[in-house]
């Protein structure tokens, strides 16, 4: 073999090495048996490949040399040995041993048979069972080298362990190549290993110039293909460059289309178009300004809207394709004179539409009903387009009496008549201005700009803040909500926050990761303005002076699928509300405030009831830090007040406590006292925990009756609150295996009676018991809002949130107009203008890989319609999908 070195070829090493590679063959075959009977089937007639190139494919050979050496004394006994045995049949299969085996090793795939090869036949005088090893196979062959050459006596020409030089080729003795049928060169003197190289540098070489040819053509296809930039090469690997060498993000990386694009909500504030956050009847007022929300997904249980949906948008893209394709001949009958000409030229149009659709729409054009969806659509256009016609002559109707009369622009009943009446126009010329032509003609309002997206920047409230501040009106909102808290997340939106273990939702993720802090933004959309508009419908809070017949309250319970952005959207509706002069109650973390309450303990002044008092401690100090400067102006709380919820003798101690650091006040005084501050109860419910409950409750409920301020409770996480008990106590059950139902908890009751469900199947007893429920009618703030949002990134029963928000449509569709209806609207995945303006937004704060690929992601098309697709339309996913490259 090669590894052997010259000074180690010696014969007694050939012998060596031949007497194991016989060696394992004979042990290999030691216990298989072979029947001479031709009738019989050989067991053992093939042998598997174990060379590693050829294991894997049979091989058919008559012939192939196997080179044993035998020693002289030997030959004569296998020689008689060879002619008695019968004659064997076996398959032509490639009998051989791997060219680079270890002959100490016993190969499991060498010399293995068949059971399903050629059968034997042999001579009856023969033995019945004869062991049959590799050798015997291989001297078999009539015309075996290695055994003509023992039958001849030349076993040393065969092998050469005397002579250098076998068959005129050097190196036979030496390294003893040729024991496994190979030579060490060739006849023009090469090396057969250089050639095999050779050949596989040739075929690498093909191969990657087929690679190359492959991708070129995968480089022209459109789509996203399998290509990955972000690779790391081996350069790159091997460089130097640190973190401090990386470029430094700057606004600047954003794309003018994106900063064109992206548009954030702005006001004037005195002299100045400031860009903030709007309030509640600005909000409301952003209707057809904001895209419309997709239709529920039709695998989400209601197919029938979508199908409605997908009906309505293939008509009126079949009606913009009329349109555009009949736009010049709209033009020119709407410059004839006669009647007759105006007919004909319509009769024309009918006869042609078809095949200029067919041409923009080739897709529709293959409809079993075409035709007859073309005729219809054109009718319907052209039905449009005259009532277009009457609206325009009216009003030039209108400007022509009034310049002939010089009627002022309030006395208009003698020009509304004229222009009331039907102008047939035969034999007559109308001339339009060219502006009222387009107006005319473009009846499914393609000129017009499409609806986009507007966000509303938190952060930039601060400056909006600011400049009301120096106006008369700016006394109403809280110096508080021009700061933020120390992980950058706006105080307009507090206590919204990241939580220390696993966080609020995933909202502030998005501000977290962008390279631009000096912004936060939230995508207003077309469900968020429903809901503003909901709450401006109801209370009328934002016209100035409200007359208190108009004051009420609206109740909205948000749903929607996960990631769609429930969350923000009741953040953004937090800092409008705030912004509208609201005192807001936001409690954003559900799923925490239905766990961790430390400890629960009964009410001893209400039967039935439990307090949660570090809980309460806890919405003292929200209330207080964000809405104390408002507070202030709300009249006191008096001993009345109080006695809902406190004993008389929790009503001195409450006293005692708020003047216990005024040593201006003598006990004598402070006995006498009967009312207490708002802003002095939440004091003391900070620092007292046996206290905290009853303060809490009797500052809510003066807030809930109170009509001088809005009153505005949004509560996120709601169906958690439905979900299976957390606290336990043995006076609810004496088995402590029943959770309290959280309309049982008193900082919880309020909220949970003024929304009113009561969902068949939940995880508490929440609707019975020996407590009574108080109605929503009675619950209710007198003025402000409820407004409630679903999450399904919760541990929370699917059948429970389902029977939740089957119980809101249910109270909706039985709504009392006058007074507190309730209203269900669901938050839905994006549109593909809103996804794409996400990522605009994305590029211009710098979140994820869009931070530096300057416009590579938000300008390709496809790209945008990738990242569409593998979030599917979900906000939360999207986010992932600009992250990690997918």
């Known amino acids: 073999p090669p590894f052997l070195t010259p000074a180690q070829s010696s014969p007694s090493s050939s012998t060596m090495l031949r007497q194991c590679i016989q060696g394992a063959g004979r042990r290999r075959f030691r216990q298989q048996q072979w029947s001479p009977s031709p009738s019989s089937a050989l067991p053992y007639s093939s042998l598997a490949l174990s060379d590693d190139d050829d294991a894997s494919k049979t091989c058919v050979t008559k012939k192939r040399t196997a080179h044993h050496h035998h020693p002289s004394p030997h030959h004569s006994l296998l020689s008689k040995t060879l002619t008695a045995r019968p004659a064997i049949v076996v398959s032509k299969r490639c009998f051989s041993i791997s060219r680079h085996p270890d002959p100490l090793v016993r190969h499991g795939t060498i010399n293995t048979l068949d059971n399903d090869d050629a059968e034997v036949g042999g001579d009856a005088d023969g033995d019945d069972n004869q062991l049959l090893t590799a050798d015997d196979l291989e001297f078999d062959e009539d015309d075996n080298i290695m055994s003509q050459k023992m039958n001849e006596g030349n076993s040393s020409e065969l092998w050469d362990d005397e002579n250098p030089v076998v068959g005129g080729k050097s190196g036979g ?34 191969r990657l110039a087929k690679q190359k040819e492959i991708q070129a053509e995968l480089d022209t296809r459109t789509g996203r293909l399998w290509s990955d930039d972000w690779i790391i090469t081996d350069k790159e690997w091997m460089s130097d460059t640190s973190f401090d060498d990386i470029e430094e993000w700057k606004p600047t990386n954003a794309t003018r289309k994106s900063l064109q694009s992206v548009k954030v909500f702005e006001k004037m504030v005195g002299e100045e178009m400031v860009a903030g956050v709007p309030t509640l009847g600005e909000m409301a007022q952003l209707e057809g300004k904001l895209p419309k929300m997709l239709p529920p997904h039709p695998g989400h249980g209601t197919p029938g809207n979508y199908a409605k949906f997908r009906k309505r948008q293939l008509k009126s893209k079949l009606k913009t394709a009329i349109q555009l394709s009949i736009h010049t001949d709209l033009k020119k009958i709407l410059k004839m004179e006669s009647w007759e000409e105006k007919q004909e030229a319509v009769d024309g149009l009918f006869e042609v539409i078809g095949e200029r659709v067919k041409e923009r729409e080739p897709v529709l054009g293959k409809l079993p009903d075409f035709g007859n969806m073309v005729e219809n659509g054109l009718e319907e256009v052209l039905n449009m387009v005259q009532g277009k016609m009457r609206g325009v002559e009216k009003e030039m109707k209108k400007e022509m009496n009034r310049k002939k009369t010089k009627v002022p622009n309030d006395d208009e009943s003698t020009a509304e008549k004229e222009g009331s009446e039907e102008v047939q126009g035969q034999g007559e010329s109308k001339e339009y201005p060219k502006e009222k032509v387009e107006e005319i003609v473009d009846v499914m309002g393609i000129s017009a700009d499409p609806p986009t997206p507007i966000f509303m920047d938190i952060l930039a409230a601060a400056n909006q803040l600011n400049e009301q501040q120096k106006s008369d009106d700016a006394t109403t909102i809280s110096p508080f909500f021009a700061q933020s808290n120390d992980v950058g997340v706006p105080n307009l939106v507090y206590p919204l926050t990241n939580h220390h273990n696993d966080g609020v939702g995933r909202m502030t993720e998005e501000w977290q990761l962008a390279a631009n802090k000096e912004t936060k933004r939230i995508m207003m959309r077309d469900a968020m303005r429903e809901i503003a508009s909901k709450v401006v419908d109801a209370a009328h809070c934002c016209e100035g002076e409200v007359e208190e017949e108009k004051k009420g309250a609206a109740r909205v319970l948000v749903t929607g699928n996960r990631g769609v952005g429930k969350t923000a959207t009741l953040a953004g509706l937090v800092a409008s509300a705030r912004l509208s002069g609201h005192i807001v109650v936001y409690l954003p973390d559900g799923d925490r405030l239905r766990k961790h309450g430390f400890y629960i303990e009964p009410c001893n002044h209400r039967k039935g009831l439990y307090n949660l008092p570090e809980i309460s401690k806890e919405f003292c100090e929200q ?63 900070i620092g007292s925990s046996a206290l905290s409950s009853g303060c809490y409750n009797t500052v809510i409920s003066i807030l809930m009756n109170q009509t001088q301020k809005p009153f505005t409770v949004v509560m996120d996480e709601f169906n958690c609150y439905y979900d299976h008990g957390h606290y336990f106590h043995m006076d609810y059950d004496e088995n402590v295996r029943k959770g309290v139902p959280l309309n049982r908890i008193t900082i919880f009751k309020p909220f949970l009676d003024a929304m009113g469900l009561y969902p068949e199947a939940a995880g508490t007893d929440i609707s019975g018991g020996d407590v009574d429920v108080t109605s929503s009618k009675e619950a209710m703030m007198k003025w402000g809002s409820m407004i409630a949002g679903t999450s399904e990134s919760r541990a929370v029963r699917r059948s429970f949130t389902q029977s939740l928000t089957d119980a809101a449509s249910n109270i909706q569709s039985e709504n009392d107009r006058k007074q507190n209806p309730l209203h269900v609207v669901e938050i839905r995945r994006f549109n593909n203008v809103e996804v794409q303006h996400t990522l605009y937004n994305f590029e211009i704060t710098g979140v994820g890989r869009l931070r530096f690929d300057k416009g590579d992601t938000a300008l390709n098309p496809e790209e945008v319609e990738y990242l569409r697709l593998v979030s599917g339309g979900s906000g939360q996913q999207l986010l992932d999908a600009c992250m990690i490259r997918l």
Request: overall charge negative; proline content about 2%.
């Open 173 to 206: 003795g030496d390294d003893y190549s040729d024991i496994f049928g190979i030579g060490s060169m060739d006849d023009d003197g090469d090396d057969d290993d250089d050639d095999e190289l050779s050949q596989e540098a040739k075929e690498d070489a093909a």
């Open 623 to 685: 209330l207080l830090t964000s809405h104390g400067h408002d507070i202030k102006a709300l009249p006191p709380a008096t001993v009345e007040n109080m006695k809902g919820f406190f004993t008389e003798d929790q009503i001195r101690r409450l006293f005692k406590r708020a003047y216990k650091e005024d040593e201006s006040v003598t006990e004598e005084e402070v006995a006498s006292m009967t009312e207490l501050s708002l802003e002095q109860l939440l004091t003391v419910g």
